[in-house]
């Protein structure tokens, strides 16, 4: 059974950070696109960031510009697939609910919902002004 779980969310104040964790188990995730999106009361769910699968060791990561040098996400491929999402600089409206989601192979689109075959249940982020 593949299961997606993120922990890590909490309150924060703006300005500060922190990192979220998406545990993937149920099978061997490594050359599994790995993304993280994000939902805020009454609007659309997101694509926040994400990392693919270059081959061997080597992942790809990608970001919305909207957290562009202020997220890094990345991944341990040990017995169970880890993903991180480090969130600095945080800012009222990074204020959400985040998901992790995975998909086998590079992600066709990122960004779209429909790309990705397994999601988490979400952590809450709220960042204070």
């Known amino acids: 059974q593949v299961q997606l779980v993120e922990s890590g969310g909490g309150l924060v104040q703006a300005g500060g950070s922190l990192t979220l964790s998406c545990v993937a188990s149920g099978r061997t995730f490594t050359s599994y696109a790995m993304g993280w999106f994000r939902q805020a009361p009454g609007k659309e769910r997101e694509f926040v960031a994400g990392?693919?699968?270059?081959?061997?060791?080597?992942?790809?990561?990608?970001y919305a510009d909207s957290v562009k040098g202020r997220f890094t996400t990345s991944r341990d491929n040990a017995k169970n697939t880890t993903v991180y999402l480090r969130m600095n600089s945080l800012k009222p409206e990074d204020t959400a609910v985040y998901y992790c989601?995975?998909?086998?192979?590079?992600?066709?689109?990122?960004?779209?919902?429909?790309?990705?075959?397994?999601w988490g249940q979400g952590t809450q982020v709220t960042v204070s002004s």
């Open positions: 989601a995975a998909v086998l192979g590079p992600p066709t689109a990122w960004g779209r919902l429909e790309t990705y075959d397994y």
């Open positions: 990392t693919s699968w270059g081959g061997g060791s080597t992942y790809y990561a990608n």
